[in-house]
């Protein structure tokens, strides 16, 4: 299994930015895909997540501001970030949990600048 995230860089406070998590496997078939965010010095800490059936879940800073979803045809899951803060500046990874554990991907860099 393999996920590659693509869609960081660099925006201002207020600003929108879309994170996209393409994966090898089918996201649809009993897997749970998550994104989560680092800052250096911190744990990692869950952002959102999308069961199989759909169902989504979200940190509350974020709820009301970004929305995950998926294509299942392209096997990928977006992370849709509006009003966009400073405090949201981190390294954010995609997550898969299958039967058969657990993937990361590589992480991408999300700068908001106040």
């Known amino acids: 299994v393999q996920l590659v995230e693509s869609g960081g860089g660099l925006v201002q406070a207020g600003g929108s930015m879309r994170l996209s998590c393409v994966a090898s496997m089918r996201i649809g078939n009993g897997n749970l895909m998550g994104w989560y965010r680092q800052v250096p010095g911190k744990q990692r800490e869950l952002v959102a997540s999308?069961?199989?059936?759909?169902?989504?879940n979200y940190e509350d800073s974020v709820k009301g501001r970004f929305t995950i979803s998926r294509i299942l045809a392209k096997n990928t899951v977006y992370l849709q970030m509006d009003s966009l803060k400073p405090e949201d500046t981190a390294t954010y990874y995609c997550?898969?949990?299958?039967?058969?554990?657990?993937?990361w991907g590589q992480g991408t860099q999300v700068t908001v600048s106040s």
């Open positions: 997550n898969a949990v299958t039967p058969w554990g657990s993937t």
């Open positions: 999308i069961t199989a059936r759909g169902t989504t």
